[in-house]
């Protein structure tokens, strides 16, 4: 459990570059902004996801840290 939180941070970093990279390419592809603004959305719900992992994995790594 104590390398958990760690882990997390590591994914949260490659989670978060690849949602900058995936707006990136929306942003560049262009296009009409009904079919921009739904993709977008998804990007920012998987942003959104990222966070609650972090967030689980610091209160599992505070909750290991109140334990020992």
């Known amino acids: 459990m104590g390398d958990y939180y760690p882990q997390i941070r590591k994914l949260k970093r490659q989670g978060d570059r690849l949602v900058r990279q995936s707006l990136g390419e929306l942003y560049q592809r ?3 902004s009904t079919d921009l603004l739904p993709l977008r959305d998804i990007t920012a719900s998987v942003a959104s996801t990222i ?3 972090e ?3 610091r209160l599992a790594d505070l909750l290991r840290v ?3």
């Open 30 to 32: 262009g296009g009409a």
């Open 66 to 68: 109140k334990d020992a």
């Open 51 to 53: 966070e609650l992992q």
């Open 55 to 57: 967030h689980a994995g």
